[in-house]
Nanobody, 124 residues
């Protein structure tokens, strides 16, 4: 399985970014795919995931609910993370990953595999 995140960059506070995750090497219908982030010196934080079924049920960590939206395009084997109202504290490297378990808290998540991340910097 290969997961490649892209779409990061520099954005001002209050701005938006959409991250993409290209998934290859397996049938994406049979895994939960999600996003986590990690800032330097900080613990990994689970953010959002989308179900293995085509209907795409979603789950979010409480601290990003309402600001971040996860979606998927099965035809393109791509998962997206739309991030709005970005804050300084959202700066981190963002990774997409296959999800083993998830929860409301940032540390309630467990991931199986992930690829290289994409850097998001929120700065004025």
């Amino acid at each position: 399985v290969q997961l490649q995140a892209s779409g990061g960059g520099l954005v001002q506070p209050g701005g938006s970014l959409r991250l993409s995750c290209a998934v290859s090497g397996f049938n994406a219908d049979y895994y939960y795919i999600g996003w986590f982030r990690q800032a330097p010196g900080e613990e990994r934080e689970g953010l959002a995931c989308i179900s293995k079924h085509s209907v795409g049920a979603t789950f979010y960590a409480s601290f990003v609910k309402g600001r971040f939206t996860i979606s998927r395009d099965n035809a393109k084997n791509t998962v997206y993370l739309q991030m709005n109202s970005l804050k300084f504290e959202d700066s981190a490297v963002y990774y997409c990953a296959t999800v083993i378990s998830y929860g409301s808290g940032a540390n309630d998540w467990d991931f199986k595999s992930w690829g290289q991340g994409t850097l998001v910097t929120v700065s004025s």
